[in-house]
């Protein structure tokens, strides 16, 4: 199996270097945490993933998780691993102190995500959802509920779920059919079946704690009248340890391509008593404040899991003899070159490494904007922050999860025939990989959210925050001659993302489908051009240390700036076939009859 | 158009009466208004002479301008009646008792001179019963002209005419109040309620009770009978909080006695208790405790609040949430057919209310006038509906109309089963008919001196057309341009075609142009939606060729080698106030709102706002010599967004000449400017380009510290701060000094370069997105 270290480097490049990781704690909330406690947490975290997580993960996917008479058990050492992995406190890094966590920025929080990924996506899946419903509950759910089952979910003895989709309906979520009966004692009884819910049953906690969406009788029709309730597995005592049985059963789970350690579920409630979390018919407000974290989470998910195949296709390349190189050999005490010397596994590995990057700096932003909008004094700073995360969410939902897919295919490719088989484990990266693009919205989904919801929300003011930014930046460098190869690219790109911008605003509002059809192409236009942008404020940062000398560290600075220049001469182009698709409409799609097809 | 109405009177001063008053003023005609002595009164004059006093302070005004004021003489019809001996026209708007009005009729004709008209402002008491027993002299100079409140705003004048009025006295009283008075004069039968009353209190009737009956809220009422029908948003309960719930009874009441048995009215009107008690509770709509509708400030909040028409209770307003409701809004243009088409309760509502108005809309005639026309007519100007009766039927069905009727078992009216197969109005070869009641069409002609667009439309191809603006070829070698974009927000394909109009006009040998259109604002100024877009996306340049554009257009205009006149009506804010800045000459409707007001979204005019004013006030006649004067005034006027709330006003405020041209009526606006166009084409040569002289940063400091004192009073806001200081640089001229020359480009080169500086400022752009937020000015 191909192995897995932590990118620490890169990471303290981006938290310290790049984005204001080092000045992290003069905010409110995290003045303990300053860069060497931070330090000392991505070490320990890269201890867990590299040794706990990542030596399981390919025996996970071999076994899988078994079903029994509504029993799920999850594969070997995961049990034991998720013990680990309470006892270091993994499970309560990002939540809040008062329920016993460690409030770690979502700087901190966003590269642990990423390590436990690129090792064992799978397992992270379970702790995710314990996240995500963390984030829900505690964002709704009246004080009484967080007091009772936060501190238990925050330390891991409880895990969480979030049941949305059902048999008829996964993205119209205004269709669902289970019904929540109020018993007139402040709880409900809810009836109904949901699918494909993970976490939804396994055994590595002692109580699972449902968030479910439900509709209350009087409810008016569609995604208006959808409340959310809280259902757990066992009912909790008087010293809320888990009592009776409630009624929820797990009813099968699914076979599927990947992830196949995480446990996929029909659930089937049955009069089980819940709690309303929230107000009445406002559960989609609450879901969406889970799904916006999530969205981020998952978009990591992609990153990391490109990563892991990076790291594994860069160790193959290295290693693996076999002919010689177009212009002479360069490795003459061996019978052949390491593939390496060819400029096509040069193209791949590059190509790998200058998406994840990217990604990893976009990801950086992101969260510190989320950090920003969540602890900065100033309500002007918050609320642009809050802008900035609203618009870019779904570009590092669909984005990095389609470059994360790409890079794992390449990853199996750099291997050749030993990619294809299982014992390296680089075709699992592809498996596990592909549902990242499908659940948490498709990435079709996250397309029509930026063009549909994102782009116009007040008068387009969410635009603001990354428009101007690029364009401030763009004529500050203007006349610096040295960054011109970096700053041309990503001027040009920028054009065209404000001429498809213009473009794709102006015929959506004539006829909707227009905008439809711009949509994936323009996400990916708009996500190329932001990691451009990361791209040359990347390169300023390596300049700058170079010329201070770099402190020992100059071959990771060069190496910056020479990915830098791949990906402005050899990824960027991308948007200008992107921008061709957008500018061309969608007649030659819809002008297509349905028998036609 | 010359008429023999030099001087009016008006006795009764009350809300209506001292409102006609006044509009006679605005037309600059003198009146006298009288009114009663009260008991025990020293000033006998009071009750007339508070009422003018009264409406100095009222908003909106009664007066165009306050000077209007000076031209109405006050006094009482005991001391004064020999004030009536030289008027033309005595207007009687006292209160509606027959022996109070009887007796005043004896008064007037003994002092009145000989062929003076004499009318009443009556709407319940019939004719024939006014002047019961009065003179055949009287009875020949008699008639009803029914004025609907507030009198200046309020298109309708319905006219009745006794079987003894003189020809001449009803033609003379109808030019005067169609070319003076503005109004469109619809000529009905002596029958209770006349047109609009008639047919809109049945209207109300039908929609309160039909609410009541099927259990609707006022909300999904005002829906319902609201927006998908062209209807103002106010619908009918809040048209009755508007109005006053207390008008009702009395209107009720007077149609109860003088309506025939069998008509609709009595199938539907009963004792309601609600209103009743509503009224006594003094809840009687927004000039009360509230009505329908009510802002509830009770623990510091402010919240819209219904009355459930069920239990009587104030509750929490909330939005409908009709299926019907939803369909009608989805359905768009076709929103009254989806309503009336759809099954729930909210369908049933609009057939029910809908169908039983259309219907006896329709049974109007020839009980009330011959003409639907005229009964479209009073209901647009008189109740703001966007389209009349029998426009509506005619966009319904009158096959579809009459099975709702069927199916509802409501009656069809005669005149409705001789339509089957036919609409109210055709069009052929560009004439407009419209049915009678024998089947056959007579065509509708416009009078004298109305030139209408829309005629033209329909008859013609523009010249040059685009999605925003179209030129019109509209007769005599002149040409109209006219906006056509969404509020006639002004664009770059406007823009476009402004360069391209200019160009044709001399190229296919017209001689002027006109600058008009029909919409219910000339323009409310740039396209804010397109420039914030920009701005969010930070096409900078996208936008300086805006600006640009923008100023070119203008000055093309200009410059251009055939006389340019604008011809607004409504509102003319920013671009929409800085092209008639440009035009040779204005022939502006009274009703026009100009002004400057970009800087109520961060911004300040960019498009020779800020040099055409400049340049009129270093004219004005009133402003003391000296370039500082004409800047302060121009600072002053712009910073605080004045906007003129007459044309009249406008010319007070120096965004219209004294010589340009004010139209009273609307319909008459577009055939004024052109003659006005074509006046100025012989020897027609373009204004000499303006040169200025501006006092540089030594007026910027003066213009500073009259802002600091705004600042110090809490008058204006940090971004406001921000905003007045970039007028202020562009005002006082840059970097420049009294010696130096300025030419109109460099003003424009001032005005891009604060333009582009304030549209990247991030307090600018807050304002610009909350006005399109929230149609309201924010105060950052």
Redesign the interface.
């Known amino acids: 199996m191909a192995a897995y270290k932590a990118p620490l480097r890169d990471m303290r490049f981006v938290m310290n270097e790049l984005f204001s990781g080092t000045t992290l704690h003069q905010l409110p909330g995290y003045e303990d945490m300053t860069p060497d406690v931070i330090d000392a947490v991505l070490e320990e975290a890269a201890k867990i993933c590299e040794q706990v997580l990542h030596p399981i993960n390919r025996s996970g996917d071999e076994e899988g998780c078994t079903y029994e008479n509504g029993v799920v058990r999850t594969p070997k050492g995961f049990r034991e691993a998720y013990q680990t992995f309470c006892d270091g406190g993994w499970t309560s890094i990002a939540c809040k102190p008062e329920f016993g966590g460690q409030g770690m920025p979502k700087l901190v929080n966003s590269m642990v995500e990423e390590m436990i990924c690129s090792s064992n996506l799978s397992f992270g899946m379970y702790p995710g959802l314990s996240h995500g419903a963390y984030v829900a509950l505690e964002a709704y759910g009246a004080d009484e509920l967080k007091q009772q089952y936060l501190p238990k979910m925050v330390s891991g003895e409880w895990s969480g779920t979030m049941c949305l989709t059902e048999p008829h309906c996964g993205t119209d979520l205004g269709m669902i059919r289970t019904k929540a009966e109020p018993r007139g004692d402040g709880s409900y009884a809810i009836t109904g079946t949901k699918i494909f819910i993970s976490a939804g049953e396994h055994d590595l906690t002692e109580n699972i704690i449902h968030l479910v969406l439900a509709k209350l009788p009087d409810a008016p029709e569609g995604a208006k009248g959808i409340s959310l309730f809280l259902v757990p597995k066992f009912l909790p005592d008087a010293d809320n340890t888990p009592g009776p049985r409630n009624g929820v059963m797990c009813g099968a789970i699914e076979h599927k391509m990947g992830i196949k350690a995480s446990a996929t579920c029909v659930m089937n409630f049955d009069g089980a008593t819940g709690w309303l979390v929230g107000q009445p018919h406002k559960g989609m407000q609450a879901m969406f404040a889970m799904m916006n974290t999530e969205r981020l989470a998952v978009g990591v998910q992609g990153l990391g899991l490109g990563e892991a195949s990076y790291q594994g296709a860069l160790a193959y390349a290295k290693d693996r003899i076999q002919g010689r190189s177009l212009t002479g050999t360069k490795n003459p005490e061996a019978k052949a070159d390491p593939i390496l010397v060819h400029p096509d596994v040069r193209r791949m590995l590059l190509t790998q490494k200058a998406t994840m990057e990217g990604s990893r700096a976009l990801v950086g932003w992101v969260a510190q904007a989320l950090d920003l909008a969540n602890h900065h004094p100033d309500p002007a700073v918050r609320q642009e922050s809050e802008d900035l995360v609203a618009l870019l969410t779904p570009i590092v939902k669909a984005l990095l999860t389609d470059l994360g897919y790409e890079a794992t295919n390449i990853g199996v490719q750099v291997y050749g025939g030993h990619g294809y088989i299982r014992e390296w484990g680089m075709e699992q990266y592809i498996r596990d990989a592909r549902i990242a693009q499908i659940y948490e919205g498709t990435n079709g989904i996250q397309a029509l959210d930026l063009v549909g919801r994102k782009m116009p929300a007040n008068a387009g003011r969410s635009l603001r925050r990354f428009f101007h930014p690029v364009a401030e930046y763009l004529e500050a460098k203007g006349d610096d001659d040295d960054m011109e190869e970096f700053v041309l690219p990503l001027a040009k790109a920028f054009t065209r993302l404000q001429q498809a911008t213009g473009a794709v605003a102006q015929k959506g509002m004539v006829n909707r489908d227009e905008a439809g059809a711009a949509a994936t192409d323009y996400l990916r236009l708009f996500g190329l051009t932001a990691l451009a942008y990361l791209w040359c404020r990347t390169v300023d940062v390596a300049r700058a240390r170079l010329a201070e000398g770099a402190n020992g560290d100059a071959a990771f600075y060069e190496a910056k700036i020479k990915t830098a220049r791949f990906y402005m001469q050899r990824v960027l182009p991308q948007t200008g076939a992107l921008f061709s698709c957008i500018m061309a409409g969608g007649a030659s799609m819809m002008d297509f009859a349905d028998h036609e097809f | 158009m010359e008429t023999t109405i030099k001087k009016v009177a008006v006795i009764g001063a009350g809300v209506m009466g001292a409102g006609i008053a006044a509009h006679v003023a605005n037309a600059g005609v003198p009146v006298v208004l009288l009114d009663i002595v009260p008991a025990g009164a020293t000033n006998r004059n009071t009750i007339a002479e508070t009422a003018v006093e009264k409406m100095l302070k009222a908003d909106p005004a009664p007066f165009m301008s306050k000077r209007c004021a000076r031209l109405i003489t006050t006094g009482n019809i005991e001391d004064n009646l020999d004030l009536l001996a030289d008027c033309d026209w005595i207007v009687e708007a006292v209160i509606e008792r027959l022996d109070i009005k009887q007796d005043l009729y004896k008064k007037v004709d003994a002092v009145r001179k000989a062929g003076s008209v004499v009318s009443s402002n009556t709407s319940t008491i019939p004719l024939d019963q006014l002047t019961g027993g009065l003179s055949d002299a009287f009875k020949a100079d008699f008639c009803i002209t029914h004025f609907f409140n507030p009198p200046r705003y309020m298109r309708l004048l319905e006219i009745v005419q006794g079987p003894q009025t003189r020809a001449d006295a009803i033609s003379t009283v109808s030019a005067f109040a169609d070319v003076r008075l503005g109004k469109s004069v619809v000529m009905c039968k002596d029958r209770p309620g006349f047109i609009g009353n008639r047919l809109g209190i049945l209207w109300i009737l039908a929609a309160t009770v039909e609410a009541i009956d099927n259990g609707l809220t006022v909300e999904e009422a005002d829906a319902i009978i609201g927006r998908p029908f062209g209807i103002p948003k106010t619908g009918v309960f809040g048209l009755m909080d508007l109005v006053g719930l207390d008008l009702m009874p009395h209107v009720l009441a007077s149609m109860v006695g003088s309506l025939p048995a069998g008509d609709t009215f009595h199938i539907l009107n009963r004792d309601l208790d609600l209103i009743k008690k509503m009224i006594a509770d003094g809840y009687t709509g927004r000039k009360g405790k509230g009505g329908f509708y009510r802002i509830n400030k009770a623990g510091g909040g402010k919240v819209k609040e219904a009355v459930d028409l069920k239990t009587g209770e104030y509750r929490v307003s909330v939005k409908p ?1 009709l299926a019907s409701i939803s369909a009608a809004t989805e359905a768009g243009k076709k929103a009254a057919a989806a309503l009336l088409a759809h099954p729930d309760k909210g369908g049933v509502y609009a057939r029910r209310v809908m169908a039983r108005t259309l219907a006896y809309a329709a049974s109007l005639v020839p009980d009330v006038t011959d003409s639907v026309a005229d009964i479209d007519e009073a209901m647009r100007l008189g109740y703001n509906w966007k389209f009349g009766p029998f426009e509506l039927i005619d966009s319904i069905g009158v096959d579809a109309l009459i099975a709702i009727l069927s199916a509802e078992g409501m009656e069809v009216p005669p005149f409705l089963t001789a339509a089957v197969g036919k609409t109210f109005y055709k069009v052929e070869d560009g004439k407009r008919y419209e049915l009678r009641l024998d089947g056959s069409y007579a065509e509708l002609k416009r009078p004298d001196g109305v030139l209408m667009l829309e005629d033209i439309k329909r008859t013609s191809k523009p010249l040059l057309k685009n999605g925003s603006a179209a030129l019109w070829d509209i007769g005599d070698g002149v040409v109209c341009l006219e906006f056509t974009s969404k509020m006639n927000a002004l664009d770059p394909e406007i823009l476009k075609l402004i360069g391209q109009a200019v160009k044709l006009v001399p190229q296919k040998g017209y001689k002027a142009l006109v600058v008009y259109n029909e919409g219910s604002n000339f323009s409310v100024g740039a396209n804010l ?1 397109l420039a ?9 340049p ?1 936008i300086e060729e805006m600006v640009e554009g923008g100023q070119k257009a203008y000055m093309a205009l200009k410059r251009a080698p055939f006389p340019v006149v604008g011809a607004p009506s409504g509102m003319a804010l920013g671009g929409g106030c800085e092209i008639l800045l440009h035009c040779d000459a204005v022939q502006a409707h009274a009703e026009t709102y100009m002004g400057l007001v970009e800087v109520g979204v961060g911004l300040i005019p960019g498009w020779g706002g800020c040099k055409e004013m400049l340049h009129r006030l270093s004219r004005s006649k009133v402003l003391p010599r000296g370039p500082m004067p004409a800047v302060a005034k121009a600072f002053e006027t712009i910073s605080t967004a004045t906007v003129a709330k007459s044309a009249m006003d406008a010319q007070e405020k120096s965004f219209l000449r004294e010589t340009d041209g004010i139209t009273m009526n609307r319909y008459r606006l577009l055939a004024d400017a052109k003659a006005k166009a074509l006046a100025l084409v012989e020897g027609y040569a373009p204004a000499e380009p303006i040169e200025f002289r501006l006092p540089g940063p030594s007026g910027k400091v003066a213009l500073e510290m009259a802002l600091g004192q705004f600042r110090r009073m809490g008058k204006a806001t940090p971004h406001d701060e921000v905003v007045s200081m970039q007028l202020a640089g562009i005002l006082s001229g840059g970097a420049t000094d009294h010696t130096e020359v300025l030419k109109e480009e460099d003003i424009l080169a001032l005005e891009r370069k604060a333009f582009m500086t304030l549209v990247r400022h991030p307090g600018t ?1 807050a304002r ?2 909350h006005m ?2 929230t149609g309201k000015p924010l105060r950052n």
């Open positions: 949430q939606g914030i877009f920009a701005a969010n996306i930070a096409a900078w996208i752009l610009v997105e399109l937020l």
